[in-house]
């Protein structure tokens, strides 16, 4: 089991930046990859991006590319999302989650991240979001 505790939302005039924070407890040497998924309301859950623990490999969702940068900071097993050049359409409730791994949640019950149609991570721990308003 991992705990996962997000920071750093809140609003901004587009055009801004804000970093947001995701800091982890529990078993997180079993933690394969971090990510970031964000969900406005009446919309799907979107994958953000997400980083690989080991090598640092990342990956991006389309509408971010360019824009966002993710990290971190494995001796403080947090991980990090850096929002730049902000829009309107940024705006939702990020949520921050963790894959140890396969078969470390129910079949069926995780949910992945796709690069280019191919899933890179199947997620099933989450934190409790924090929300990001960036206003026209």
């Known amino acids: 089991q991992v705990q996962l505790a997000e920071s750093g939302g809140g609003s901004v005039q587009a055009g801004g930046s804000l970093r947001l924070s995701c800091a982890a407890s529990?078993?997180?040497?079993?933690?394969?990859?971090m990510g970031w998924f964000r969900q406005a309301p009446g919309k799907e859950r979107e994958g953000v991006a997400v980083?690989?623990?080991?090598?640092?490999?990342?990956y991006y969702g389309d509408s971010v590319q360019g824009r966002f940068t993710i990290s971190r900071d494995n001796a403080k097993n947090t991980v990090y999302l850096q929002m730049n050049s902000l829009k309107p359409e940024d705006t939702a409730m990020y949520y921050c989650?963790?894959?140890?791994?396969?078969?470390?949640?129910?079949?069926?019950?995780?949910?992945?991240?796709?690069?280019?149609?191919?899933?890179?991570?199947?997620?099933?721990?989450w934190g409790q979001g924090t929300q990001v308003t960036v206003a026209s």
């Open positions: 989650a963790a894959d140890l791994g396969p078969y470390s949640v129910p079949p069926g019950t995780g949910f992945n991240f796709y690069s280019r149609g191919i899933p890179v991570a199947e997620f099933g721990y």
């Open positions: 980083i690989y623990v080991s090598g640092g490999t990342t």
């Open positions: 529990g078993a997180t040497s079993s933690v394969n990859s």
